[in-house]
């Protein structure tokens, strides 16, 4: 019989790598416990990250469609307007609503959530400090999923006042009358489209020639055209100094492209720069964990440089760098890991082929290979692209910004790498991730029929228009 104490598995982190971990052990007849130290489950993606945010988003969509109520043939009696503690108390409903759901999947499952922080102590080893202090004996793996946390860059202190990061950004009573921000990744470009929205004069700064440096080069010029279009002014190819905070607001020095200096102001500075990994109190290193960066170092199988300790989701790096932070990915990890630890067959991750997803206005969805990469990795490259203004249904929706388009190769017709940006770009990416899957070629999506109309057809289009023969084009 097992102790109180002893399991199969401990993981430490309740995030979607760690929670996700947790159930998929558990459903494969593991005894599992998962120490988690803030007062709910689900991380960083429930609490602060994707959900809050993407709640945010919804209220700026339902504002947008108010706007335009001449165009729908609304009448709406007063000026449309946005009530932040309305937004606030929705907001932190589906959050708690959520969190509370993975206390409900844990019991379920029969998870023990020990509250209190993890470190690692010795083989099989887990101290719980700050809540319920005890020793967790895990007789067959320890799962690190401590996720990561903001970082800033140097000459810009996060006072949590003036200088904020997306933790504080979610959670403003207040439509800033003006904010800059710090960073075009997905962080930086959700958020100015959320207070552009609301109303604030917003300036996105980046350090890159482009907005979502990531993504393919069309993708980031049709962004940066319709935050113009919006009003956003988008400073790209701009370093910033030092940023000083005072009572009323910030300012921030910053170096344009051509070499002269300007001091921006406004009322808040939203540092989105990335985020770095979390093991403080975790006794990584006297644990014997190789780390880069800070950074917790796995192999492709997701074991650690220690036998019995492996790692998932935003706190791990590779040998290459770059492994992206991502809800969904932590969540692959996580299984794969269990079903590992189970004593299945590992299943690798095929990192070309994980979807991300911005949703900013207009959203972007992409998988695979840029044309730049393709190009890069020696591909005879084939493009696509078909507009969403063109398709019926977009213009019913009054979304016509944006395209999709289809990165190829000649030799064999597969499918490297589909982007897109435009209305439900987020959920159109995920007929492009199975077509990557299954290792599809143009010619099978352009007969694969999609329904009309929808949005899906710009995807069907593009492929067409891969093979030069767009219908509607
Ligand atoms: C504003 C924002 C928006 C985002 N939007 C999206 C999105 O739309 N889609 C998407 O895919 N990704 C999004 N992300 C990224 C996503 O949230 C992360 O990739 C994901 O949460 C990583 O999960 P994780 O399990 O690795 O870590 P985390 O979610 O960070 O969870 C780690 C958990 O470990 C706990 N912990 C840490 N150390 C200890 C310890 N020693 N003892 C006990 N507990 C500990 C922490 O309290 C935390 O709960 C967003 C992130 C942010 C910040």
């Not at 988003?57 to 947008?64: Q, W």
């Not at 962004?223 to 300012?251: D, H, N, P």
């Not at 006794?283 to 950074?295: D, H, P, V």
């Amino acid at each position: 019989m097992p102790t109180p104490t002893e399991y199969d598995v401990v993981v430490i982190g309740s995030g979607t790598g760690g929670y996700v971990a947790a159930i998929r052990a558990a459903q494969l007849g593991l005894r599992t416990a998962v120490v988690e130290r803030a007062p709910t489950l689900g991380g960083t993606c429930l609490n602060v990250g994707c959900i809050p945010t993407k709640a945010l988003l919804e209220h700026a969509h339902a504002l947008k469609v108010a706007q335009a109520a001449n165009e729908w043939g609304l009448t709406i009696g007063q000026a449309v307007a946005i009530d932040m503690g309305q937004v606030q108390t929705r907001k932190d409903k589906i959050v708690k609503g959520l969190t509370g759901g993975i206390e409900l999947l844990f019991k379920k499952n029969k998870i023990e959530w020990i509250k209190g922080s993890g470190r690692l102590a010795g083989k099989g080893k887990v101290e719980v400090t700050d809540g319920q202090a005890q020793t967790l004996t895990a007789t067959k793996h320890i799962i690190v999923a401590t996720g990561s946390q903001p970082r800033s860059v140097p000459g810009v202190e996060i006072d949590r006042k003036r200088i904020i990061t997306s933790d504080e950004a979610i959670g403003l009573k207040e439509i800033p009358k003006s904010i800059l921000i710090l960073g075009s990744g997905a962080v930086g470009v959700e958020f100015a489209s959320i207070f552009r929205r609301y109303g604030s004069e917003v300036t996105i700064v980046e350090l890159l020639p482009r907005l979502v440096p990531i993504e393919d080069e069309a993708v980031s010029t049709e962004l940066e055209k319709s935050f113009r279009k919006q009003g956003i002014k988008v400073l790209t190819g701009t370093r910033v100094g030092k940023a000083r905070a005072g009572a009323a607001g910030v300012e921030v020095e910053a170096q344009l492209p051509d070499g002269s200096s300007t001091t921006l102001a406004a009322d808040y500075l939203l540092v989105a720069t990335g985020r770095g990994p979390v093991t403080s109190g975790l006794g990584a290193e006297e644990a014997g964990l190789r780390l880069e960066r800070g950074y917790i170092h796995v192999d492709r199988t997701f074991q650690t440089s220690v036998p019995g300790i492996s790692a998932v989701g935003d706190v791990i790096t590779f040998d290459a760098p770059g492994h992206p932070q991502l809800a969904h990915l932590s969540s692959a990890e996580g299984i794969a890991l269990a079903e590992r630890i189970a004593g299945q067959p590992f299943r690798a991750i095929n990192y070309d082929q994980v979807p991300g997803c911005t949703y900013c206005d207009p959203e972007i969805g992409s998988v695979g290979l840029t044309e730049k990469e393709a190009r890069e990795r020696g591909y005879d490259v084939r493009v696509g692209t078909f507009k969403f203004g063109i398709l019926a249904r977009a213009r019913i929706a009054n979304e016509v910004e944006g395209f999709v388009k289809i990165v190829s190769e000649k030799k064999y017709d597969e499918i490297l790498g589909v982007h897109m940006i435009g209305p439900r770009a987020t959920e159109l990416v995920a007929e492009a991730t199975l077509a990557l899957r299954l290792e599809c070629t143009v010619e099978e999506l352009i007969r694969t029929i999609h329904a009309h109309p929808t949005m899906s057809e710009a995807v069907g289009e593009a492929a067409h228009a891969a093979h030069g023969a767009a219908i509607h084009a």
